[in-house]
Antibody, heavy 123, light 107 residues
């Protein structure tokens, strides 16, 4: 069974740092790109960051560029999101998701999701 | 960034109704459009990818269509488990933006 388990969320003060993890199982992790998507309380979905299967390419939303870093350890089947300089507006439930598809064949889509980990930025 | 606009923002309907949800992109995204369903307290669930392709396990009452800038998700006969929020998402250009969602409620 394909499974993604998000962890690492918590309460952090503005300006603080946090590292989220996403443990993958049930599929060949090193063959898939991965993404982080967040959802502020009562709001919609926002794509935050993505990484290629090898880890050689990374992508960020403007709202987090320069503050967040996505990475992966294919030997540990784990995806990470290192977050620095956190702001109140970063408060959200953060989901990791598996990226499926190819750009040539209709684009990418997110077919498996973690359960989410809550990040609260507040003093 | 490509802006995705969904309409309506909310919709009340009854079991058995046929409903159509709309998603419009601010520029052409060909068929690089996905639909997700999200129930309260749960992660999103992929329904349709690349405009009209069914994700495995999705009931056939769901269908997607459209290309360019205008897309629709149709549920042919609403079932009780379909009452949820639906999001469209473009994968044409980074950042992969989502629509604001359509909340489908029981009438």
């Amino acid at each position: 069974e394909v499974q993604l388990v998000d962890s690492g969320g918590g309460l952090v003060q503005p300006g603080g740092s946090l590292r989220l993890s996403c443990a993958a199982s049930g599929f060949t992790f090193s063959s898939y790109g991965m993404v982080w998507v967040r959802q502020a309380p009562g709001k919609g979905l926002e794509w935050v960051s993505g990484i290629s299967a090898s880890g050689g390419s990374t992508y960020y939303a403007d709202s987090v560029k320069g503050r967040f870093t996505i990475s992966r350890d294919n030997s540990k089947n784990t995806l990470y999101l290192q977050m620095h300089s956190l702001r109140a507006e970063d408060t959200a439930l953060y989901y990791c998701a598996r990226r499926e598809g190819t750009y040539v064949m209709g684009g990418y889509y997110f077919d498996c999701w973690g359960q989410g980990t809550l990040v609260t930025v507040s003093s | 960034d490509i802006q995705m606009t969904q309409s309506p923002s909310s919709l009340s309907a009854s079991v058995g109704d046929r409903v159509t949800l709309t998603c419009r992109a601010s520029q052409s995204i060909t068929t690089y459009l996905n639909w997700y369903q999200q129930k309260p307290g749960k992660a999103p669930n992929l329904l349709i990818y690349a405009g009209s392709n069914f994700q495995s396990g999705v009931p056939s009452r769901f269908s997607g269509s459209g290309s360019g800038t205008d897309f629709t998700l149709t549920i042919s006969s609403l079932q009780p488990e379909d009452f949820a929020t639906y999001y469209c998402q473009q994968s044409h250009t980074i950042p992969y933006t989502f629509g604001q969602g359509t909340k489908l409620e029981i009438k």
